[in-house]
């Protein structure tokens, strides 16, 4: 017989709960079971119902029928007929504007300027080359600490982000706060940072371009805070600074080697937070991920 929540006391409670959290488990499930199967074909089905259409026509029921005394149906000569409702132009796609070389020389000039992690962001802040920051609200840089063995990059800011100015501070930073806490780190001993700065309009996928011309920047910062492990969070920073065409979960796991300028830093691809609140059963692979940080950042404090 399995003993309910009302069964266990207090002390027992705790401990069961806590044992949920460090197993990844973010959300609870319904009392009643759902069938969504069901859900959406009824929604379907509603939407597909035939609307009763206006006026006469060959297949007018009766009670549809103009009686005594009521105008019939215009005909075509009659100026005063129905006329089938306007159609809205169809919205046009917004379109990128790619930006010409001289963007790029100025990003690459701009970044390489930059003595200090404050002048690089100085620099992000007067870069007006890239479209994003003239959508975006704010520039999203770093938070941590720089001078942290540890440097995490993720793709590019989100709703909250944007709005605080602070990478990682919605739903998924909130995760990757908990498996920071896990292994033992915090704020106060990580640094992490994004490739991008700006938020991508309705957190689209960054365009190549907007990757290129924010790659400068990315690799100045790691030169600058220069961590002794990178962590990269996602497909984006893993392609764009790991040289290599492979998604995600063909390399997540595997230490390889970020260079930038002469300098080689051991990288370590993982999953996105926001890949694993989508996919909460990938969180094992994370974990796993996390735990090999772990043990070569004890290396390293031993070194």
């Given at each position: 017989?399995?003993?309910?929540?009302?069964?266990?006391?207090?002390?027992?409670?705790?401990?069961?709960?806590?044992?949920y959290a460090e197993s990844g488990v973010s959300e609870l499930s319904e009392d009643m079971v759902i069938d969504r199967f069901e859900q959406s074909?009824?929604?379907?089905?509603?939407?597909?119902?035939?609307?009763?259409?206006?006026?006469?026509?060959?297949?007018?029921?009766?009670?549809?029928?103009?009686?005594?005394?009521?105008?019939?149906?215009?005909?075509?000569?009659?100026?005063?007929?129905?006329?089938?409702?306007?159609?809205?132009?169809?919205?046009?796609?917004?379109?990128?504007?790619?930006?010409?070389?001289?963007?790029?020389?100025?990003?690459?000039?701009?970044?390489?300027?930059?003595?200090?992690?404050?002048?690089?962001?100085?620099?992000?802040?007067?870069?007006?080359?890239?479209?994003?920051?003239?959508?975006?609200?704010?520039?999203?840089?770093?938070?941590?600490?720089?001078?942290?063995?540890?440097?995490?990059?993720?793709?590019?800011?989100?709703?909250?982000?944007?709005?605080?100015?602070?990478?990682?501070?919605?739903?998924?930073?909130?995760?990757?706060?908990?498996?920071?806490?896990?292994?033992?780190?915090?704020?106060?001993?990580?640094?992490?940072?994004?490739?991008?700065?700006?938020?991508?309009?309705?957190?689209?996928?960054?365009?190549?371009?907007?990757?290129?011309?924010?790659?400068?920047?990315?690799?100045?910062?790691?030169?600058?805070?220069?961590?002794?492990?990178?962590?990269?969070?996602?497909?984006?920073?893993?392609?764009?600074?790991?040289?290599?065409?492979?998604g995600i979960l063909s390399v997540r796991g595997n230490w390889m080697d970020c260079k930038t300028g002469d300098r080689l830093t051991p990288a370590?691809?993982?999953?996105?937070?926001?890949?694993?609140?989508?996919?909460?059963?990938?969180?094992?692979?994370?974990?796993?991920?996390?735990?090999?940080?772990?043990?070569?950042?004890?290396?390293?404090?031993?070194?």
């Amino acid at each position: 017989m399995n003993a309910s929540a009302t069964d266990l006391d207090p002390h027992a409670l705790a401990a069961l709960l806590h044992f949920y959290a460090e197993s990844g488990v973010s959300e609870l499930s319904e009392d009643m079971v759902i069938d969504r199967f069901e859900q959406s074909e009824q929604i379907l089905k509603a939407r597909n119902r035939p609307q009763p259409q206006a006026g006469a026509g060959p297949g007018i029921s009766n009670a549809q029928k103009p009686g005594p005394g009521t105008q019939a149906a215009t005909g075509p000569g009659d100026s005063r007929r129905t006329r089938p409702p306007a159609v809205a132009p169809a919205r046009q796609a917004s379109q990128l504007t790619i930006p010409g070389e001289a963007a790029f020389e100025d990003a690459r000039a701009l970044a390489a300027g930059a003595g200090t992690i404050a002048e690089l962001r100085a620099a992000l802040d007067g870069f007006t080359g890239c479209n994003l920051r003239h959508s975006a609200k704010t520039l999203v840089f770093a938070d941590g600490n720089p001078e942290a063995d540890v440097m995490f990059i993720g793709e590019a800011p989100g709703r909250e982000e944007d709005l605080q100015g602070t990478p990682f501070v919605g739903r998924a930073g909130q995760l990757l706060d908990r498996m920071l806490a896990a292994i033992g780190l915090s704020r106060d001993t990580a640094y992490i940072t994004n490739m991008i700065p700006w938020r991508p309009p309705g957190n689209r996928t960054p365009a190549a371009h907007e990757i290129e011309l924010c790659r400068p920047f990315i690799e100045r910062h790691i030169a600058l805070a220069q961590p002794k492990v990178l962590v990269m969070l996602g497909n984006i920073a893993n392609k764009s600074l790991l040289d290599t065409d492979k998604g995600i979960l063909s390399v997540r796991g595997n230490w390889m080697d970020c260079k930038t300028g002469d300098r080689l830093t051991p990288a370590l691809p993982t999953l996105h937070p926001a890949y694993l609140l989508r996919n909460p059963s990938q969180k094992r692979l994370a974990w796993a991920d996390f735990l090999s940080l772990q043990a070569r950042l004890e290396e390293l404090g031993k070194g």
